[in-house]
């Protein structure tokens, strides 16, 4: 599966971005998904994750209630929908997708993933 990030940008502190993450070469529906983001001199690290049947979700505390994740199964599409956004918010996002056959299960290690996107940089100036 080849993964294609893209929507990243400049924004104010306070405004929104959508990010979108394109599937192609499997199925969407046969994976887990999640995002993740990596600041400048920090590790990569969990943001949100949905689970293949789409109804099962997780964020991470400093975005919960401001982030939204989504999927479109038939567009093989994942979104997310990033709201009230903060500087600290400012980092290359990362797409990723996990092959399991558990269609509720929903995963923030970064271990459990296979397939990483390219990454899409996001800067929220303050």
């Known amino acids: 599966v080849q993964l294609q990030a893209s929507g990243g940008g400049l924004a104010q502190a306070g405004g929104s971005l959508r990010l979108s993450c394109a599937v192609s070469g499997r199925t969407f529906s046969n994976y887990a998904m999640g995002w993740f983001r990596q600041a400048p001199g920090k590790e990569r690290e969990f943001v949100t994750a949905?689970?293949?049947?789409?109804?099962?979700?997780d964020y991470v505390d400093s975005v919960k209630g401001r982030f939204t994740i989504s999927g479109d199964n038939a567009k093989n599409t994942l979104y997310l929908q990033m709201n009230s956004l903060k500087p600290e918010d400012t980092a290359v996002y990362y797409c990723?997708?996990?092959?399991?056959?558990?269609?509720?299960?929903?995963?923030?290690?970064?271990?459990?993933?296979?397939?990483w996107g390219q990454g899409t940089l996001v800067t929220v100036s303050s």
């Open positions: 949905i689970s293949r049947s789409s109804d099962h979700t």
């Open positions: 990723a997708a996990a092959r399991t056959s558990l269609t509720a299960r929903v995963y923030s290690s970064i271990r459990n993933y296979d397939q």
